[in-house]
């Protein structure tokens, strides 16, 4: 099997690791493959793919997430650099509402995120000019568009922050708290 799967704290949330074919030339991954994707529980159908590039270290985007009707699942994955990658459970009847886990993604290792719908999903850089790359299952839809800042303290993420704190960007450094 080129894949294996674990489950995190939250058992929705899922850490993939693809086998890495390394040899003289360089190496070789599967990325994504729908049979074995299925068979862990992942039934998302990716419609888009989505890039961004962190040009420092401590640079935090999220946590963001859409509303019904536009829900979106996240598969993440590092191109270049590496990250601690956070999803937030933001479904109002789940036992593990508003509880957080977290992994850390890395171009070399080949680790991916599973973030389904009804999570909110942010991630910080560990390193200079990291490129992250994510598919989606629903379009990007500004009206269902929603965040939670990324330090409130009834969620208490234990991010990994360079002395400095993180680098955000205003739009994510005024969302609202969970429960407010």
């Known amino acids: 099997m080129a894949f294996s799967t674990t489950r995190l704290e939250l058992p929705d949330v899922i850490l993939i690791r693809s086998d890495i074919y390394s040899d003289n030339r360089g190496s070789f991954m599967e990325t994504y493959a729908r049979v074995p994707f299925s068979k862990a529980g992942i039934t998302a159908e990716f419609i888009q793919d989505n890039q961004s590039l962190s040009l420092k270290p401590g640079t935090l985007?999220?946590?963001?997430?859409?509303?019904?009707?536009?829900?979106?699942?996240?598969?993440?994955?590092?191109l270049v650099g590496s990250i601690y990658d956070v999803?937030?459970?933001?479904?109002?009847?789940?036992?593990?509402?508003?509880?957080?886990?977290?992994?850390?993604?890395?171009?070399?290792?080949?680790?991916?995120?599973?973030?389904?719908?009804?999570?909110?999903?942010?991630?910080?850089?560990?390193?200079?000019?990291?490129?992250?790359?994510?598919?989606?299952?629903?379009?990007?839809?500004?009206?269902?568009?929603?965040?939670?800042?990324?330090?409130?303290?009834?969620?208490?993420?234990?991010?990994?922050?360079?002395?400095?704190?993180p680098i955000l960007a205003e739009r994510d450094s005024q969302l609202p708290f969970l429960q407010g």
């Open 61 to 78: 985007r999220g946590l963001h997430f859409q509303r019904e009707p536009a829900v979106q699942a996240k598969l993440v994955r590092v």
């Open 87 to 165: 999803a937030v459970d933001i479904r109002p009847q789940s036992p593990s509402y508003g509880r957080w886990c977290g992994a850390s993604l890395t171009a070399g290792g080949g680790e991916q995120l599973f973030v389904p719908g009804g999570f909110a999903h942010g991630f910080v850089t560990l390193e200079p000019n990291t490129i992250v790359s994510y598919k989606v299952d629903a379009p990007y839809t500004p009206q269902a568009e929603g965040g939670i800042r990324w330090n409130d303290p009834s969620v208490n993420i234990k991010w990994p922050l360079p002395a400095g704190g």
